[in-house]
């Protein structure tokens, strides 16, 4: 292999075409054209006497030497980028980097509302993408660096990983203001629904790996209860839209619950059990530490997500 015709930006088209196996995508990611990557991937070709990628289908996979390399070169990039971030200036008038940050929809509505009308106003040249995993995915997705930061749930994560807690949420229970059952009961928006009540009317549950039960029927069981799922979705949109359209119960998280209500015609309840309280965390690579363009987003982060998040806030739409 002839290395003194590789460049860094070789390097980088590399790494990036290892990260999304599109040519398009690849480009998107460091700011090149399709035809810049698939030119700078010829040259890596030439240079290495390897095709690194042939296609299978609508994608692109990596060959077992482009495998090979994809490791040691992805370490050399960050060092290198860890490196110039420590001496480097960060101005966000005139920075054109693009961060991801990993989330799921519940974060998206949350927090990208109020942290894209910071940055437009601030940072006209920065870029924010989210990417929806699971929470599994955190750690890999930080290490390799596909994602900058992550928005989650507290979990269990390696001691690289930073953990910031942006506030505490609950869940509580959603029906349509004119729900006719509560109504007959007589029980107010923001008050909690009676057990019975709870189970006897059907629900949608948001559920990733389509199970029916979550933490509150443990509880119900103790009691001799079991509530009735009559749909499971993967996004708490979808819970939300079910509970307007279809005239059913769901859970949500009480931030996002007082963010859609009002839009969707929604009264908000507490569930018949105390639910548990739950960290929300902000997480990132230790390495990005003293990046001070990472951190510069960290505090916007941090600053969009106190807004109007005091845990205790149960939001009623009147009935």
Do not use: K
Not at 15 to 30: K, S, V, Y
Not at 85 to 95: R, Y
Not at 172 to 191: E, K, Y
Not at 275 to 282: A, F, G, I, K
Request: hydrophobic fraction near 50%; proline fraction near 7%.
């Amino acid at each position: 292999m002839n290395w003194a015709a590789v460049d860094l930006n070789l390097l980088r088209v590399f790494d990036a075409m290892m990260l999304e196996l599109n040519t398009t995508r690849a480009g998107d990611r460091i700011g090149l054209s399709q035809p810049a990557v698939s030119a700078a991937i010829g040259r890596l070709r030439h240079i290495t006497g390897d095709a690194l990628f042939v296609r299978e289908g609508n994608r692109m996979v990596p060959t077992a030497r482009a495998q090979q390399l994809a490791d040691p070169i992805r370490t050399a990039l960050r060092q290198i980028e860890d490196a110039l971030a420590t001496v480097a200036g960060f101005d966000p008038a005139t920075a054109t980097h693009v961060f991801r940050i990993l989330g799921s929809d519940y974060f998206s509505t949350l927090l990208m509302p109020p942290l894209a009308d910071a940055i437009c106003r601030t940072a006209p040249g920065i870029t924010l993408q989210m990417l929806d995993h699971p929470s599994a995915s955190v750690a890999p997705l930080l290490s390799d660096g596909t994602v900058d930061m992550a928005v989650d749930s507290r979990i269990e994560t390696p001691d690289w990983v930073r953990g910031h807690v942006l506030y505490e949420s609950f869940i509580v229970t959603v029906a349509r203001a004119d729900d006719a059952a509560i109504a007959r009961a007589g029980v107010p928006p923001g008050a909690r629904l009676p057990a019975a009540l709870f189970c006897e009317l059907p629900q949608v549950l948001m559920s990733m790996d389509g199970g029916r039960t979550g933490t509150i029927d443990r509880a119900l069981a103790a009691q001799g209860l079991r509530r009735r799922v009559a749909l499971t979705v993967p996004h708490f949109h979808a819970v939300a839209l079910a509970v307007a359209e279809a005239g059913i119960l769901g859970s949500l998280p009480v931030h996002f619950a007082n963010r859609v209500a009002p839009l969707l015609g929604l009264a908000i309840y507490r569930p018949p059990i105390e639910p548990p309280r739950l960290d929300v965390m902000l997480y990132w690579h230790r390495r990005h530490d003293a990046d001070a363009a990472h951190a510069w987003l960290r505090n916007r982060i941090i600053d969009a997500m106190s807004i109007d998040l005091c845990a205790d806030s149960v939001t009623a739409v009147p009935g």
